[in-house]
């Protein structure tokens, strides 16, 4: 993995409980000048409105200072869900991690 | 014959993985297959945090109470709270459809319970709030 590159891994469901805890921990790498995220969803099995508001806020952030969010390993579920909510449209979202850190180095 | 469940909890987030345990056993129980069940799962949790952070502003000690009911092909959930009343027009849709610099962060959870529901219904009175959603499950 890039130094330059953070991945964050949650783990079961991005509700409105544990998306307050992701949302924290993306604002602090922001806050330290690591503005290149990547989030692994593939061991999320659910996320809920909150949960999309906090990558949403992630990525609109990341993009002022001049880096970005990158998504994968979603399960078609969750894909699901995004595509209802348009989100598909906002995130580059990858299969795999590898896939989602070569898109940075382009 | 109908199948009836409930379940009653305090207002605070860190009960909503509760509510969908609770949620989860009593669609189970009547049938749903998977994808109905993350459905009806997914509403109930869009609609508790709303009453969670929006009727009970916040506040922990609030009353949230939950039952189940499968009446011939219908699952019905019934969410009832005695926070601020919520109006569900008031809240304007997302766009789903706007590049990210014109999203807006609200209107999403309800935005959600009308796409995964089949019928909604928000009812309010003195007694408090009363939200009614009902899925109907297709024969397999």
């Known amino acids: 993995m890039n130094p330059q590159i953070v991945l964050l891994c949650p783990q079961g469901r991005l509700d409105a409980w544990t998306a307050r805890q992701l949302g924290t921990d993306l604002e602090k790498h922001l806050s330290h000048g690591q503005t290149r995220l990547i989030i692994d969803l593939r061991n999320t099995r659910y996320i809920s409105s909150h949960g999309l508001r906090v990558l949403l806020e992630t990525q609109k952030h990341a993009r002022e200072i001049g880096g970005g969010l990158k998504l994968c390993g979603l399960n078609p579920r969750l894909f699901e869900i995004f595509e209802m909510a348009g989100f598909d449209r906002v995130f580059e979202i990858f299969e795999t991690v590898e896939q989602a850190e070569q898109a940075f180095a382009l | ?140």
């Open chain 2, 1 to 140: 014959m109908g199948q009836r469940f409930s379940f009653s909890t305090d207002s605070r987030l860190e009960r909503l993985s509760k509510i969908s345990e609770f949620v989860e056993q009593a669609a189970r129980q009547c049938g749903l297959d998977d994808h109905q069940v993350y459905d009806v799962q997914m509403a109930v949790d869009e609609a508790c945090s709303n009453v969670i952070e929006h009727a009970y502003e916040g506040k922990p000690n609030g009353k949230i109470e939950i039952v189940c009911e499968k009446q011939n092909d219908e699952f019905t959930v019934t969410i009832r709270d005695t926070g601020k009343p919520f109006d569900p027009t008031r809240i304007a849709p997302p766009k789903t459809k706007a590049p990210i610099s014109e999203r807006d962060i609200g209107g999403l959870g309800l935005f959600f319970i009308h796409q995964l529901m089949d019928r909604v219904n928000f009812d309010f009175s003195k007694n408090g709030n009363r939200l009614t959603m009902v899925k109907r499950i297709p024969p397999r």
